[in-house]
């Protein structure tokens, strides 16, 4: 499941603006969030942007998804599912997902 969790989420990632690196082993997952058309740049890589975090949090949780928010500025969203979750709940979540992403890159 943690294979299919990444790849779903390595999707989004590519159809979105706001999503940096895509971490992780198994089922715990961090996907930093950034700014990349501030033009700013922290250690080479797009300034972290907590207020998107923020949003999608918020955005997910509207929805049904609970996630946390952690890391460096509060930029990484983290994923924690539950050992015992299936292939039919992954896909859930991550549409979910992307429904909140979409959702908070409209708003900010």
């Known amino acids: 499941m943690g294979s299919l969790f990444m790849q779903r989420l390595r ?11 895509v971490r992780g082993l198994g089922l715990m997952i961090g996907l930093e969030i950034v700014n990349r058309f501030s033009g700013k740049l922290q250690h080479g890589q797009p ?15 509207c929805r049904g998804l609970i996630i946390e928010i952690g890391g460096r500025k509060s930029s990484v969203l983290r994923f924690l599912p539950p050992l015992i979750v299936t292939e039919k709940q992954v896909n859930h979540i991550c549409d979910i997902f992307m429904e909140a992403v979409k959702a908070a890159e409209e708003a900010l």
């Open 11 to 21: 999707e989004i990632q590519a159809a979105t603006n706001c999503i940096g690196d």
């Open 47 to 61: 300034e972290r942007f907590e207020q998107m975090a923020r949003r999608i949090q918020f955005e997910c949780f």
